[in-house]
Nanobody, 114 residues
Framework: QGPLVESGGGLVEAGGSLRLSCAAS?????MGWYRQAPGKQRELVAT???????NYAPSVKGRFTISRDNAKNTAYLQMNSLKTEDTAVYYC???????????WGQGTQVTVSS
């Protein structure tokens, strides 16, 4: 497995909720979630710093919540009030401690049906 592994994706009806997890092999500085829908470029969803400061894309603000558990080297994305427009492959991104680099997970599919 790579240094970042996402999980928690699946099929959910519009208005439902889903929680994604990103397990890192070691501690990290900034972590974030991105997504890419078919035919579209990858876009930023949310980010969180080591101290817990968060940032969200306008399209998900108020519906999604990013968090992290540093003891577990894991970031989460709680997605509520899901819309069909949220359908995409969601990727975790993180700057791993000691690597001097940013890493991507393999992605997890989220499909929201109407």
């Amino acid at each position: 497995q790579g240094p970042l592994v996402e999980s928690g994706g699946g099929l959910v009806e519009a208005g439902g909720s889903l929680r994604l997890s990103c397990a890192a092999s070691r501690s990290s500085f900034n972590m974030g979630w991105y997504r890419q829908a078919p035919g579209k470029q990858r876009e930023l969803v949310a980010t969180i710093t080591s101290s817990g400061s968060t940032n969200y894309a306008p399209s998900v603000k108020g519906r999604f919540t990013i968090s992290r558990d540093n003891a577990k080297n894991t970031a989460y994305l709680q997605m509520n009030s899901l819309k069909t427009e949220d359908t995409a492959v969601y990727y975790c991104n993180a700057e791993l401690t000691g690597s001097g680099d940013y890493w991507w997970g393999q992605g997890t599919q989220v499909t929201v049906s109407s």
